[in-house]
């Protein structure tokens, strides 16, 4: 039977509130544990200030320097830090790794209500949402001539309550919290696969969208406005160690970089076997990671080194494509980001958007969130309809270079 030591995780909260909180994972090691582990402290809104890593390719040892928020919940994370640790078994003196089985895909909610729009509802239906660890994997917003807002909602529960009765009346009384006397209605029953597939939305994007927003040849042209990304520096050397490859990265720092890195590194299935990212003051993060492939053997052919160095310079550059298009008279807000080969999307874009457009007083009149392959890669894609009639004094500019910087946490 599996064992995971209740020393697998540790956190220690920084006394003082300038100094970061330190992270200790000590567990069995597996391909893309890595971006598993930083794709949570994603989702828990922290910074990574600093990052260790170490590996003998069995045994792991991570180190994890982080910047929390005032109600960020240590214990939660503690928890779901663990849950993505590998297991261990101990037999006769001797430890055994046990094999991972792919998990069973989880149930999917549908949430349905009805109430009176008012500007800035569907942010905070979406910050209880993420409160109740409720992933959203679909939604489709609409909103009537007479002001009313049809919501549905398809997610997934992390706490596996949403089944029972009291999971139900929790997420009810929480949403009426912010909804207050305008909800009309609230429902909440599983669904299966062909339902959410049937309520995803639009099945295409246009080619010219697609040709604006996941054009590769785009990277290469000079930006020379605020949103714009410095040019990431990905070299890799294979004299230093005799197993090894180093990928050394120099790039601009955002909000989510490392799991950027770990995902792309999952995907191309590479182990770090020692590691160490910092942050500079002026923003640059700078990586030294020690790597190998699947067989144990350091990256060697210049085929395989120039396709993860332009993948990783491509993540870099654009971890997430937005756009504003002109729909007549209104104007639809696109905001894309890349799915893992494990099927999983970037936490929180969401919830970022809907901030930004919040904090902008724009109104949404309707928003869907889909999956597409395009170019030989799936894709998350985000569509929010905006009011143009509605818009007052704030540019599309504005809009764009806002919701951009809220999804890369820049001031």
Not at 111 to 137: A, M, N, P, Q, S
Not at 194 to 203: D, L, M, P, Y
Not at 307 to 314: I, T, V
Not at 382 to 390: A, Q, S, V
Request: some cysteine; proline content about 5%; aromatic content about 8%.
């Amino acid at each position: 039977m599996g064992i995971l030591f209740d020393d697998a995780v540790i956190v220690r909260q920084s006394e003082k509130e300038e100094e970061p909180t330190v992270i200790t994972v000590n567990c069995p090691d597996k391909t893309g544990l890595g971006s598993d582990l930083c794709r949570i402290i994603l989702f828990f809104g922290l910074t990574l200030v600093r990052t260790d890593v170490s590996t003998d390719g069995k045994w792991c040892y991570i180190v994890l320097w982080v910047v929390g928020r005032p109600n960020t919940r240590w214990g939660l994370l503690k928890k779901r830090l663990m849950e993505a640790c590998p297991s261990s078994s101990l037999a006769s003196g001797i430890l055994y790794y046990t094999q991972l089985q792919p998990p069973k895909p989880p149930h999917v909610f549908l949430l349905k209500f009805c109430c009176h729009d008012r500007r800035g509802l569907l942010h905070d239906v979406t910050e209880v949402l993420c409160e109740l660890e409720l992933t959203i994997k679909r939604v489709k917003v609409s909103t009537t001539p007479e002001g009313k807002v049809m919501d549905l909602f398809f997610v997934t529960d992390a706490r596996e309550l949403l089944h029972t009765n009291k999971g139900k009346e929790d997420t009810y009384e929480h949403l009426k919290a912010v909804i207050r006397d305008t909800m009309m209605s609230c429902e909440i029953e599983m669904v299966g696969p062909e339902i959410t597939a049937c309520c995803q939305g639009t099945s295409f994007i246009s080619d010219a969208v697609s040709q604006g927003m996941f054009n590769i040849e785009m990277l290469d042209k000079p930006r020379d406005d605020s949103t714009a990304f410095q040019c990431p520096s990905v070299t890799m050397d294979n004299s230093l160690s005799p197993s090894h490859t180093l990928l050394q990265l120099v790039c601009q720092d955002h909000k989510g970089l490392l799991y950027d890195v770990m995902r792309t590194l999952k995907d191309y299935n590479i182990q770090i076997s020692y590691g160490r990212i910092t942050t500079k003051e002026n923003t640059k993060c700078e990586m030294d990671l020690f790597i190998m492939q699947a067989d144990g053997k350091k990256i060697v052919d210049p085929s395989k080194q120039d396709g993860l160095q332009s993948r990783l310079q491509m993540e870099l550059s654009r971890p997430l494509r937005v756009s504003l298009i002109s729909r007549g008279p209104d104007t639809e807000l696109l905001v894309a980001n890349p799915v893992e080969l494990s099927g999983k999307g970037r936490p929180l874009v969401f919830y970022d958007i809907t901030l930004a457009l919040k904090m902008l007083d724009t109104p949404i009149f309707s928003a869907e969130i889909g999956r597409y392959v395009i170019k030989d890669r799936e894709w998350e894609v985000y569509r929010i309809l905006l009011d143009e009639g509605d818009l007052g004094c704030v540019s599309k500019e504005k809009v764009e270079e806002t919701v951009w910087k809220m999804l890369m946490s820049w001031t």
